[in-house]
Nanobody, 118 residues
């Protein structure tokens, strides 16, 4: 059974920080590119950050660049999203996604809620 389990979401004040984790099992994690996506109510799901299978290359949405950092630990089979200087506009359900390079489709996690509010 392929599983991606996100954790670390919650309620935080503007300017605060959270670290999201996504624990993977049931597939060859170290061969997969990983990414974080988010979806706010009434909006489309959008890519937040992505990292290559070996962790050598990352990319970010312009809206989070300089504030968020994606990383991975291929021994622990976990991908992280460090979120700093959080804004109310960051409020969304955050999902992790795994995909093999060159293949369409992949695996989604169940999502974790992040709410930024004073």
């Amino acid at each position: 059974q392929v599983q991606l389990v996100e954790s670390g979401g919650g309620l935080v004040q503007p300017g605060g920080s959270l670290r999201l984790s996504c624990a993977a099992s049931g597939f060859y994690f170290s061969r997969y590119g990983m990414s974080w996506h988010r979806q706010a109510p009434g909006k489309q799901r959008e890519l937040v950050a992505a990292i290559t299978s070996a962790g050598g290359t990352t990319n970010y949405a312009d809206s989070v660049k300089g504030r968020f950092t994606i990383s991975r630990d291929n021994v622990k089979k976990t991908v992280y999203l460090q979120m700093n200087s959080l804004k109310p506009e960051d409020t969304a359900v955050y999902y992790c996604y795994a995909v093999l390079p060159g293949y369409s489709g992949g695996y989604w996690g169940q999502g974790t809620q992040v709410t930024v509010s004073s």
